[in-house]
Nanobody, 129 residues
């Protein structure tokens, strides 16, 4: 059984930082891209960032580029989302998800975030002004 366990959400003031973690089990970690999505109240879910576990190449959506960083600890099957300079508009439930395959920059530019096969539960991030 594939499981993705997200954690690390919480409340922070604007300008602060949080680190989310996503630990995967039941899958061959290297064969996937691990992505972060978020959904704010009354808004559609949107992509945030993805990392190809195989070579740690990353992609960031424009609203978070330069402020968020995704990294992985392959030995622990864990991906991290380091969120800096947080803004109230970053408040959302953050989900990690696993998409089978390798996705290069062209894929994101032409198609957008990959469609994941597996989803974890969300973790709530609240940024106050």
């Amino acid at each position: 059984e594939v499981q993705l366990q997200a954690s690390g959400g919480g409340k922070v003031q604007a300008g602060g930082s949080l680190r989310l973690s996503c630990t995967a089990s039941g899958l061959r970690f290297d064969d996937y891209a691990i992505c972060w999505f978020r959904q704010a109240p009354e808004k559609e879910r949107e992509g945030v960032s993805c990392i190809n576990v195989r070579d740690s190449s990353t992609y960031y959506e424009r609203p978070v580029k330069g402020r968020f960083t995704t990294s992985s600890d392959n030995a622990k099957n864990t991906v991290f989302l380091h969120m800096n300079s947080l803004r109230p508009e970053d408040s959302a439930v953050y989900y990690c998800a696993a998409a089978a395959g390798y996705f290069d920059r062209n894929f994101y530019l032409n198609v957008g975030p990959p469609r994941p096969e597996y989803w974890g539960q969300g973790t709530l991030v609240t940024v106050s002004s």
